[in-house]
């Protein structure tokens, strides 16, 4: 295993999920980061991403209902689990934790 | 609003989804391009939105995704058995290491020398490779005698070759070689080279690569071309093209020459190559040879066909030209006209006279080879016996593999797989053997480097593959078959034995003798033959004498001058022809039927020098003026082949003059021992012919001589290397390649001995390891060592005996047949490499099993029988 390792784009993925709880599916996730980053991102490579979440067991899924645009065909809906959570959490705490140990002179860019 | 005409996704994209989609996955896959089809085809146009799909299902052809369901299941469960197979056959070399080790180990020797050999043959079979045009570059070869065999003369007329190009359309180029010496100079080296004269194409139609200049260089009769070595002897490092170098050719006059050209260091599979090349129209200037003379031979004649053409388009019209050349030269008429391949010319080089090119006999690679086959075979012999015994203890594993519902084609799978990844070990232990230890040893012991490489990249696929298969399957194949075949209710209920009192390994174990003793026997007789030939009667005494070749007249004077005064030289003669390093052949008429024959001129004092024997009648007087010209020695040979009651009475004509034999020498060896004994003829030379000086030293002064002569000959003649030969060293090549013959049989046979006691070796372990419990039970009932050793060697001393009947005479009879076909005079065969081979293999057998045995003397039998 790969081990619990939380990349950026999974992180990204990981955030929308929660955020579109409890309709998250494969299009919806996709729109949703390009509405919210801008970013132009492919539909497999959030498929992967989340196949990968739920490998790590930060997401679990079931198939949901059908829509007439899908052909009939059922989505699978992801929700965070707990530990998707935690994860989540722990790497928004380092960020912070970082971010707070910035000198402010660092931020002093008139140079 | 218009309603928007019926989108659908591309339908050939949508199938491929479906074709290569895991279906656990397809639904949400496919419900999820969709649903984006139908958003963007609403947003945007129908064309984007169908290139979007279809770009959205090549995204998704990712391994992941991609359906391994179906075939996977059936495969995988065969995969899985190949791993169980590959499982259980590792654990079974860990578990009988000993035996597995012996088992790799001597297939890995058999294979590192069958692929050395394999290279070896490779290499020879393709010399001249690099030559682009090889296909359609032929050597003209003219049949001299009417024996077919025996005189293919390599040397052809010399106006044949412009003949023919001019004759034949189909014919691109000839191209004509004329081998000779010159003096070089150059300021103040002096050095004899040889040197070819060659067509000025020759550089066109054979490639080998020049470093300077270009390969018209010959086109110009000024110019000519040296080999990188010359090059380097006379110009170090610089480029010389344009530089001038002296070269004196024969008695003409000196000559100053322009270097056109440098050929690279010639590849190492090159037959044949070149020192300095000049222009063959210098021949006829510098007065060697006449360009219209039919009379007169050339070394060799290439022809160069067009693309497409074969030798038999011109065969018919070659007629006109052997009757021109058979009136010309009534001496030496040309019967037939043959063409051979460029890359055959090596191969047959050896029964060419005159070759154009070098290459050994064929007998010692076919011997080679039959010993790869030998060798191959006892390893794979080994492993089939040890293989079979070691099955003894898998017949439970065999059974359960049934019972569980294993069919008999896995079981023989099961086998042959765990046969090929033994096999795969051994290659490659082989080849690094071969790499390492067997090609350096084998080319330190040749006269020639062979790399370790393949004539293609096919060729070696073909080989390594070809020998894994075949070992792994020919190995294993009665193994896999054999075992596969028992019922499991017998093996459970103990019925099923085999191994110990096997016909079958038995026979495998002496035909593994048998072949031992047949390469043992066979390392001793040629060994035998070896030193028989070094000890051979030359039929002369052959020690303390030199010869020194001096053309020139006044050098001949002047050493014969120093020679006269020299206290340390016992005698002296000349000669224009001189046993080792010259004969010619002649026609003589002899009862009114011609006959060829070989004739030496030599000087009065050539007996006494050389120590020959008369057999019968006299040797020429110097008082006698007839001996001049009138009489002739003949050997022992003619004197026994023309079925002379008196031959001192007897005459035949000899360059037009009748000769009367006033002697019969003892034969004596003017030629290797490769060599028959032909009817040879001498007579005394003309003076101005001389010019061998042939001197016998006193006993013990022969290297003060040497030095005595060489320096008085640098006084002599400056400007003229010195050319000085020891008599006992002018067969030095035919006794190196004895040697080296003696060498490699002598380690084959080692080999050979040591592979068969690997084998030996190993089942006796294995028939010790089953039997302990017997032995440990004999022992606690009393029975001794000497029973014990008795009870186990009594197997084996029969397979030896047997196979020592059995190959004692068949060597006898295929060893008497390889010398004889390869040297014309052989020595007896004793019976000595019977007796030392037979010591040999009994001593090498008894240590074995001895070694074996010492496992049961030694250990204790309650650990034996407690062991339950």
């Known amino acids: 295993m790969k081990g619990t390792y939380l990349g950026e784009f999974e992180e990204l993925v990981l955030l929308t999920v929660g955020a579109l709880y409890p309709d998250a599916y494969g299009v919806q996730v996709k729109q949703e980061i390009e509405n919210q980053t801008g970013r132009k991102v492919n539909i497999s490579a959030i498929h992967s991403a989340l196949r990968r979440l739920e490998e790590k067991r930060f997401v679990s899924s079931e198939m949901g209902g059908a829509t007439k645009e899908r052909g009939g065909r059922r989505k699978r809906i992801f929700i965070l689990t707990m530990p998707g959570k935690k994860a989540l959490d722990e790497a928004m705490s380092v960020r912070m934790q970082l971010y707070k140990q910035i000198p402010d002179v660092a931020f002093n860019f008139s140079i | ?868």
Request: proline share 4%.
């Open chain 2, 1 to 868: 609003m218009r309603e928007p005409r019926p989108a659908t996704p591309p339908r050939w994209a949508d199938r491929f989804l479906k074709w290569y989609c895991n279906p656990d996955l397809l639904e949400e896959i496919q419900g999820d391009i969709h649903e984006l089809f139908y958003a963007r085809a609403s947003d945007s146009s129908l064309g984007r939105a169908r290139r979007s799909f279809i770009w959205d299902v090549i995204r998704f052809f990712r391994w992941s995704n991609i359906k391994r369901s179906k075939t996977q299941k059936y495969s995988s469960n065969n995969i899985a058995m190949l791993n169980n197979y590959f499982k259980v056959a590792m654990r079974n070399l860990m578990k009988n290491r000993i035996p597995s080790f012996i088992n790799i180990f001597g297939l890995s020797l058999a294979i590192g020398c069958a692929i050395v050999i394999f290279i070896f043959a490779d290499y020879q079979l393709h010399m001249d490779s690099f030559h682009k045009d090889k296909a359609n570059i032929y050597q003209l070869l003219n049949a001299v005698h009417d024996d077919k065999n025996k005189d293919i003369w390599g040397l052809s007329p010399v106006p044949l070759g412009p003949a023919i190009k001019d004759e034949f359309p189909d014919v691109s180029n000839t191209v004509r070689v004329f081998y000779s010496s010159a003096v070089v100079k150059k300021e103040d080296k002096v050095f004899s080279e040889r040197i070819s004269f060659v067509d000025k194409e020759y550089l066109e139609v054979f490639d080998f690569n020049l470093i300077y200049g270009g390969r018209k260089a010959l086109y110009d009769n000024k110019q000519i071309v040296l080999s990188k070595n010359i090059a380097q002897k006379y110009f170090g490092e610089t480029d010389p093209v344009g530089s001038v170098l002296t070269l004196k050719v024969d008695t003409a006059a000196s000559e100053e020459f322009i270097i056109g050209a440098v050929a690279e260091t010639f590849p190492l599979n090159a037959s044949f190559g070149f020192d300095i090349l000049l222009p063959y129209v210098k021949l006829e200037t510098l007065g060697l040879r006449d360009p219209t003379d039919w009379n007169g031979f050339g070394r060799a004649t290439f022809v160069q066909f067009k693309p497409g053409s074969v030798p038999d388009d011109i065969f018919d019209g070659l007629e006109k030209f052997r009757l021109i050349q058979n009136e010309a030269n009534e001496k030496w008429p040309i019967k037939r006209f043959e063409f051979i391949p460029l890359d055959e010319i090596s191969l047959r080089s050896f029964e060419i006279f005159g070759s154009a090119s070098t290459g050994s006999h064929p007998a010692g690679r076919m011997a080679l080879g039959v010993i790869a086959i030998f060798l191959l075979a006892m390893a794979c012999f080994n492993y089939v016996n040890i293989a079979v015994v070691s099955a003894t203890t898998r017949l439970k594993e065999i059974a359960l593999r049934k019972v569980i519902g294993g069919q008999r084609k896995q079981i023989i799978r099961q086998f042959l797989v765990e046969n090929i990844l033994i096999c795969f070990f051994a290659l490659a232990v082989g080849t690094l053997m071969a790499y390492y230890l067997f090609l350096p040893g084998f080319n330190a012991s040749i006269p020639i480097t062979i790399p370790f490489e393949f004539s293609s990249f096919s060729v070696a696929v073909g080989f390594f593959g070809g020998l894994l298969l075949l070992i792994g399957l020919i190995s294993g194949a009665y193994p896999a078959f054999y075992i596969s075949s028992f019922k499991p209710s017998s093996i459970f209920r103990g019925k099923e034995k085999l191994g110990r009192k096997s016909l079958f390994s038995k026979v495998l174990l002496t035909f593994q003798f048998f072949l031992a003793i047949q390469t043992i026997i066979g390392a001793f007789i040629f060994t035998e033959n070896g030193i028989h030939f070094r000890n051979k009667d030359w039929g002369y005494n052959q020690e303390q004498v030199i010869t020194i070749l001096a053309e020139d007249k006044d050098h001949f004077e002047a050493m014969k001058q120093k020679i006269t005064y020299n206290a340390n030289i016992a005698s002296f003669s000349e000669s224009h022809d001189h046993i080792g390093l010259g004969s010619s052949l002649t026609t003589i008429e002899i009862e009114n039927q011609r006959k060829q024959i070989r004739h030496l001129k030599v000087g009065f004092d050539y007996e006494k020098t050389l120590g020959l024997r008369m057999k019968d009648g006299r040797w020429f007087e110097r008082d006698v003026q007839s001996d001049k010209s009138e009489t002739v020695v003949i050997n022992q040979t003619f004197a026994e082949s023309m079925g002379w009651d008196n031959p001192l009475d007897q005459s035949f004509v000899l360059d037009s003059i009748r000769r009367y034999v006033v002697g019969i020498v003892e034969d004596f060896h003017y030629d290797d021992f490769y060599a028959n004994i032909d009817p040879v003829v001498l007579s005394i030379s003309a003076e101005k012919d001389l010019k061998y000086l042939i001197v016998r030293s006193k006993a013990g002064q022969t290297i003060a001589t040497a030095d005595f002569l060489k320096v008085s000959w640098q006084e002599v003649a400056p400007d003229t290397p010195y050319i000085g030969v020891f008599q006992d060293e002018v067969f030095k090549g035919f006794h190196d390649e004895m040697q080296t013959n003696i060498e490699l049989m002598i380690f084959i046979s080692i080999f050979g001995l040591t592979l068969a006691c690997i084998g030996l070796f190993g089942l006796v372990s294995f028939n010790i390891t089953k039997r302990l419990k017997e032995f440990g039970i004999r022992k606690v009932l009393g029975a001794s060592l000497i029973n014990i050793t008795k009870l186990i060697n009594r197997d084996f001393v029969w397979i030896l005996l047997v196979a020592s009947l059995l190959g004692a005479p068949f060597a006898y009879v295929m060893m008497n047949q390889l010398i004889s076909t390869i040297y014309a005079y052989s020595g007896p065969i004793t019976p000595w490499p019977f007796a030392i081979a037979l010591a040999a293999m009994l001593l090498t057998v008894v240590l074995t099993v001895s070694s074996q045995i010492w496992k049961v003397a030694s250990e204790n039998p309650t650990n034996i029988l407690r062991n339950e």
